[in-house]
C-alpha cells in the first residue's frame, strides 16, 4: 500500500470516526431529553453498523499493510478481500 494511498484510508477512518462520535452525542441528547424508545432503538443500531463497518475497515487496513507492505494491490485483489470481509460482517 502506497504512502499516500494509507494516507487517504487513515483520513477516511478519522471522518468515519468523527460521524460515529456525532452519532454518539446524538443519542446523550435523545437520552437526556427522553426521546421515544424507538428513535434511541433506531439510533443505536445505526451507531453500531456504522462501528461495525470501521472495524472492518480496519481490519481490511491491517490485512492490505500487514501482508502486502508497499506491494501495490490490484483492484482486483481489492475486491476479493472486500468480499472476504463482508462475509467477515455477516
Known sequence: MTTRHAHARRKQSIDHLN???G???TLRKYMAEDKDC???AQLTTSIAK???SLRAR????FILNELLGDRKVSSAK???LTRILTLHKK
Do not use: M, N, P, Y
Not at 58 to 61: A, I, M, R
Open 19 to 21: 460521524r460515529i462520535q
Open 23 to 25: 452519532q454518539i452525542k
Open 38 to 40: 424507538a428513535d434511541v
Open 50 to 52: 456504522s462501528f461495525d
Open 58 to 61: 480496519t481490519l481490511e487496513g
Open 78 to 80: 481489492t475486491k476479493k
